[in-house]
């Protein structure tokens, strides 16, 4: 097994980056993300991996540096919270009309604008739906616990890769500044030239050889109809996403009633949450999506044929809702109970919230 | 002598670059690009790195110089390309990287980009092309146009009250104590074409050196847009802005002095 250390999960992005033979990180600080490229500094990976730590002028070009080193086949990160997510749209819309697999860690704060540096889950909308121009998804992966931090690195690196496809970690101030203890990944050593000549030679401008064409990294495609095709090659890939890569949590929902479906921070007070409720006599359930995009429509679906109603609780005024109600198909009520601002809410506020909004009502 | 002895291989003293594909370039004729893109492939091929070069394209009129020059290319956003070379030459640092860019692109939504890379002396070139002009878009004011240069965005000429001031990014650049070699040339003469080749060669080379970041202006033509024939968009060029932007090398090597650098000891 693997080192186990107390640690914030901020700092585990960075570790777990080093351990899984990350080629970069580019970022640009913003609270409450900072302790990522802060930890890197500390660590200096350039002696001990190779890995290279920059820090960029500003989010924009953080997230095109991030292009330019995956176009070349090098597994590359950066991270930010909200405002800067906001800036490396251009970017990550590029990054994903050319097919570059990387990885992008969002610790949310709540908005809009600049809003508050306290946690939120406001940001499901631009993560799950686009954020860019075009049309294109997202891998999402929603960690909520200083482990799943650490784990989600390499699984979110696995998928990218898997489907030439950019994919994020969508956490949130509390996780990122959270401690909690956490078991290591052994390293992984980065790969070498020929190595990803091997694996990647196909599409990565690593170089122009003399036994194959030129690699060209582009997004533009001027004639309709070869981009139409090309938009249909996107569309596929995340259908088969859908199909395969769905990820999900089911806590004691074999005999509920009614059922929370919650990600990340607030499926943490959930779980609390449903304690709570069946203290009470309540048979409550959590539903806890880990995978955003592809987002868990079928458990959703199965459990609205035998439950009396879906309360979905975010930090936010109602984003996941939406995902919730095209599943369950208007089988059963689905009502929200969100806190905004960066409040995190209460166990006993989301007992309160199901037995007046779906029990009560 | 008979049209055929002259129009003869074996009179042939310039051919088209080996590096050259045989796409054919988009370019109007008469444009300074695809000058600047035969003088690029001829020195990656006197250097011998076409394996080893990656060229990092721009949004502009030169967005598919990826089509011409046969190496590996990655296309950035618009004004970016700074920042997508960072990231290739800081993971990759036996390669050789080179951005190409248009004034709008470099001097305008790209400021950012080009003077922090700059500044930190990310090994790699950067050929810049100012034809004062956003070609793409169809000729409307970029950040280096002429007071009262007549574009689709300054129909009655550039005002500086109300458009600003031209910008010499270029002197700008120079300042920079990550860059080596700044140099602006011009493509309008056999003899100017001759010394722009030297100078890229010279940039490349410097990154190659790892000297930090090399930068070439090439003060263009968009016969295009200006509307005016190749021939009279020559003389306009070097009538009207060679006086504001005059061909020469801002600086070589390290001219920058360093005892203002000297770091905090800790
Ligand atoms: C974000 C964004 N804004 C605007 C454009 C539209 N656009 C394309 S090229 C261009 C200007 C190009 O001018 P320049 O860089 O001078 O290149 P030239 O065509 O003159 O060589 C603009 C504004 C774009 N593609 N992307
Ligand atoms: S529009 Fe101008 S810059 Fe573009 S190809 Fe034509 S002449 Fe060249
Ligand atoms: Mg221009």
Known sequence: MGELRLMKGNEVIAEAAIRCGCDGYFGYPITPQSEVMETLMDREPWNETGMVVLQAESEIASIHMVYGAAASGKKVLTSSSSPGISLMAEGISYLAGSELPCLIVNVQRGGPGLGTIQPSQADYFQSTKGGGHGDYRLIVLAPSSVQEMNDFVELGFKLAFKYRNPAMILSDGAIGQMMEKVVLADFIPRLTAEEIDQKYGSWATNGRKPNRKPNIITSLEMDSARMEANNIRFQEKYAKMEAEEVLFEEIQCEDAEYILVAFGSSSRICQKSVDIAREKGIKLGLLRPITLFPFPKKPIAALAKRVKGFLVVEMNAGQMIEDVQLAVRCDVPVVHFGRMGGIIPSPSEVVEALEQKLIGG | ?266
């Open chain 2, 1 to 266: 002598m008979e049209l055929a002895d002259i129009i003869n291989p074996k009179n042939l003293v310039y051919e088209k670059p080996k590096l050259i594909t045989s796409t054919t370039m988009h370019y109007c004729p008469g444009c300074s690009h695809g000058v600047v893109h035969n003088l690029v492939a001829e020195v990656i091929e006197d250097l011998g790195i076409q394996e080893k070069t990656i060229g990092v394209s721009p949004v502009g009129c030169a967005v598919f110089a990826y089509n011409y020059i046969d190496i590996d290319w990655q296309e950035a956003a618009h004004g970016r390309a700074p920042a997508v070379a960072t990231g290739i030459a800081r993971t990759n640092p036996d390669k050789v990287v080179f951005t190409y860019q248009g004034d709008g692109d470099l001097a305008s939504i790209g400021a950012a980009e080009i003077l922090h890379a700059c500044n930190r002396g990310e090994d790699m070139v950067v050929i810049f092309v100012n034809n004062g002009i956003y070609g793409m878009t169809g000729g409307q004011m970029a950040p280096t146009t002429l007071l009262g240069q007549i574009t689709a965005t300054t129909p009655n000429g550039r005002d500086a009250g109300r458009n600003g001031y031209p910008l010499k990014i270029t002197e700008l650049i120079a300042q920079l104590p990550g860059t080596s070699y700044v140099t602006r040339q011009s493509v309008q003469t056999p003899g100017a074409i001759r010394k722009c080749k030297k100078a890229i060669a010279k940039a490349f080379q410097a990154a190659m050196d790892k000297k930090g970041t090399s930068f070439v202006e090439v003060v263009s033509t968009c016969n295009m847009n200006w509307k005016m024939t190749p021939v009279k968009a020559n003389e306009w060029m070097v009538e009207n802005m060679f006086p504001f932007y005059p061909p020469g090398d801002l600086k070589d090597g390290s001219k920058n002095d360093p005892l203002s650098y000297t770091p905090l000891k800790n």
